[in-house]
């Protein structure tokens, strides 16, 4: 009786867990079929080997700065990120996430150490750096482009003219369907929501279809339904093969059970690694269990933290060998062996500037270009133009440059284009507005303030203009690329007194001490300076108009150039001095920026 009730009872047992394996299958295959169908592999992107992922001993040790020591940050972490999975990085506020995907992706090298293997192999970084993209936490889009213009210009970058318009017209519209961001193609980028930024930033890396991704902090500022979402389509790239790393700072229950595997860093050490489900069972084995109705993902944090003490911090990193055990991965036995634009408001404020001051100039000079007895008004008047093409295009460089700085070396980082070629963009694409704005801001001044109505004349002050705001614009791009705003801000305009001091301007040039001689031979303002009076009072001007009643020290023209100790004929040296100052700062810029793009890493 007993053996037949206990038979009857393990029946009933039996029944329920077959019942309820059955309804896991059910429920397996669902997810599996709802995911099959979301996956589309981009049929028009070449299609590239998986990367297996995996490091050892990885340690990374910061330098303080000149006499305040090193600081290790990484301690001799090991770890393995298979193709096809979603991992997240997960740890406490300064744990070293961001710090190990900046060692992962090859985009911090200097300072590291043990080895990073892609498939098996020791990474080498350029062919690693070829497969992959790091996009950062903040989305450095250009945002007054839409989605469209955004993602074409990124094509032509990355696909080059190798590949036709009408395929990488396809190419993106393939991508954009698969992000979900068909409807927004004629967006403005700035006026997209932080989800669509975020899917777009990951759609412009998808044009050269990498195979490992890294992503820092993908859901930051993200409501919970975009967070889903993002992960969620991470989740798809994955199962195209990929290999996604995001860092994660403290998912919810519900986004936690999207990753395939997890990796969490305690103080630099790897505290567990394995997948999301196995975390309980782990924390179960470590005699730390989590709490029943607590987010596990919650109070692997709070251990991580320390919040329980470090001994159990410890257990943890020993338990996991330090990111050495694969035992806690979903299939551990399955792991293959180890055998990888411009911004037009600010175009619209440079025009309006110029008219503005080149207006202002001439009420406040009217007619002093012709008049006699307003000869050293004028000169004033020549003086205040060159601070203007000085100091307008400097400060926009100062001031704007670094913010492009972080958008180049991200973009550099990816590879959408090598630095010569960005830099003789930046070089060259200003040209246009620097050229037409000049001209608007000449035309002005020059006929309100009655300067000469002579070709010649204007066309040499106009040139010398020029090069002064080239020079300047030069010398703003070389503080921009070794300043961050705060001190280009104060070194620049700091830097650019002595300039003015040596122009010959307050002190002649005849009576600068010989010791002091050389820094008129430097001050590029010495040059725009003499040029442009040259242009007005050189060329044999004659004698200046002077009402009959009036006394007009300088209406000769000779005497003031006399006065300022300036001969009038020295345009052409003029000019090739501005040109030699532009090539040098040019040439010194492109040799900071690159310094700077390798200091970063
Ligand atoms: N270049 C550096 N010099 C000095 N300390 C550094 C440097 N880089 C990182 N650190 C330190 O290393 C630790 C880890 O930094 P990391 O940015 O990797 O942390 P994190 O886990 O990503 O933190 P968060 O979630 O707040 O971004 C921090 O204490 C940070 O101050």
């Keep these: 009786m007993e053996v037949a009730l206990h038979e009857a009872s ?8 077959k019942r309820e394996s059955d309804r896991e299958k059910v429920r397996y295959r669902t997810v599996q079929k709802q995911e099959t169908e979301l996956v589309q592999t981009f049929s028009r992107l070449p299609q590239k080997d998986p990367v297996d992922v995996a ?19 990484l301690h001799g972490i090991h770890g393995r990120f298979p193709p096809g999975k979603l991992i997240a990085i997960m740890g406490p506020s300064g744990a070293g996430k961001s710090t190990l995907l900046d060692v992962l992706s090859g985009y911090r090298i200097s300072g590291i150490g043990g080895t990073v293997y892609a498939n098996g192999v020791e990474r080498n970084l350029n062919a690693f750096r070829r497969l992959s993209c790091y996009i950062t936490q903040d989305d450095r889009l250009q945002e007054l482009l839409t989605v469209w213009e955004n993602m074409m210009i990124v ?37 997209l929501s932080g989800g669509q930024k975020k899917r777009l930033s990951i759609a412009l890396e998808l044009i050269d279809n990498p195979v490992v991704m890294f992503l820092d902090e993908p859901t930051t500022g993200l409501d919970s339904s975009s967070c889903s979402q993002c992960v969620r389509l991470l989740r798809e790239l994955a199962r195209q093969g990929r290999t996604i790393v995001c860092t994660i700072h403290q998912p ?14 305690s103080e630099g050490n790897c505290i567990y690694q394995g997948s999301a489900e196995n975390l309980i069972p782990f924390l179960d084995a470590v005699n730390l269990s989590c709490p029943q109705y607590h987010n596990p993902a919650d109070f692997v944090i709070e251990l991580a933290c320390g919040e329980y003490g470090i001994d159990k911090i410890e257990r943890m990193v020993k338990e996991t060998d330090n990111g050495r055990k694969h035992q806690w991965f979903d299939k551990p036995e399955f792991l293959p062996s180890l055998s990888k634009l411009k911004d037009v408001t600010l175009t619209y404020m440079r025009i309006i500037v110029n008219i503005s001051v080149g207006l202002l100039f001439g009420v406040l000079y009217w007619q002093a270009g012709n008049h006699g007895g307003k000869v050293l008004d004028n000169y004033n008047l020549i003086f205040s133009v060159l601070m203007h093409h000085m100091m307008s295009p400097m400060m926009l460089m100062i001031l704007t440059f670094p913010n492009e700085l972080s958008v180049l070396t991200k973009e550099h980082f990816n590879r959408w284009y090598s630095l010569k070629m960005y830099y ?14 000049c001209i608007l801001f000449s035309v002005i001044m020059y006929l309100m ?29 070389m503080m921009g690329a070794v300043f961050n705003v705060v001190n280009g801000t104060f070194m620049g305009p700091c830097l650019s007194v002595p300039m003015m001091m040596f122009a010959g301007f307050g002190v002649t040039l005849r009576d600068l001490p010989i010791y002091l001689r050389w820094g008129s031979y430097i001050s590029y303002l010495r040059y725009g300076l003499e040029g442009m009076v040259g242009a007005i009072y050189g060329l044999d001007r004659p004698v200046l108009f002077c009402p009959e009643d009036d006394y007009c020290h300088y209406k000769y023209p000779e005497k003031i150039l006399a006065e300022i100790a300036m001969t009038g004929d020295q345009f052409w040296n003029d000019i090739i001095a501005l040109f030699i100052i532009l090539f040098f700062l040019r040439t010194l810029s492109f040799v900071l920026l690159r310094c700077k793009l390798l200091a970063v890493r």
């Design 10 to 17: 393990n029946a009933v047992v039996t029944n329920g867990h």
């Design 55 to 73: 490091f050892e001993n990885v340690t990374y040790t910061a330098s303080l700065g000149f006499r305040k020591g090193k600081k290790e940050i």
């Design 155 to 191: 094509a032509d970058l990355k696909l080059g003219t190798r590949v036709p318009t009408r395929e990488k017209e396809a190419i993106i519209r393939e991508i954009l369907e698969t992000l979900g961001l068909e409807d927004t193609n004629n967006t403005l980028a700035g006026r």
């Design 252 to 265: 919810s229950a519900s986004l936690f059970q999207l990753f395939d595997l997890v990796y969490v860093l």
């Design 424 to 437: 003789a963009s930046l070089t060259v694409m200003d040209i246009p507005l620097s050229v037409f704005c």
């Design 449 to 477: 303030t009655g300067q000469p109505l002579e070709w010649n004349r204007f066309t040499m002050f106009t040139a010398l203009s020029l090069l002064t705001v080239f020079v300047a614009q030069s010398f703003g791009l």
